[in-house]
């Protein structure tokens, strides 16, 4: 079982940053996916960047450009880099791995001036 831990959420006025982390309790060098979902209330959760096994990052449509997923294999960390944030960006945001085998508890971002 491994265990996910995010932070790095907070409030931020729209047009900020915030860098997202996730950290494993085991070696991500083991898990052929991670990557972070969003899910804000009275929406469905949705994908917003997703890597696989090959390094091959998938983004959602609606951060491509401003959103980078990045890791550290060295810390068992991964890591969501949002700019040019938008309120809609708002919502819980959760980190997953292996196509959902796991998941954290969620760091909330809200954007707002």
């Known amino acids: 079982q491994v265990q996910l831990v995010e932070s790095g959420g907070g409030l931020v006025q729209p047009g900020g940053s915030l860098t997202l982390s996730c950290a494993a309790s085991?070696?991500?060098?083991?898990?052929?996916?991670m990557g972070w979902h969003r899910q804000a209330p009275g929406k469905q959760r949705e994908m917003v960047a997703l890597?696989?096994?090959?390094?091959?990052?998938l983004y959602a449509n609606s951060v491509k450009g401003r959103f980078t997923l990045s890791k550290d294999n060295a810390k068992n960390t991964w890591y969501l880099q949002m700019t040019s944030l938008k309120p809609e960006d708002t919502a819980k945001y959760l980190c997953?791995?292996?196509?959902?085998?796991?998941w954290g508890q969620g760091t909330q971002v809200t954007v707002s001036s």
């Open positions: 997953v791995a292996n196509l959902g085998r796991y």
């Open positions: 890597m696989n096994s090959e390094d091959n990052i």
């Open positions: 085991d070696s991500i060098a083991r898990l052929y996916a």
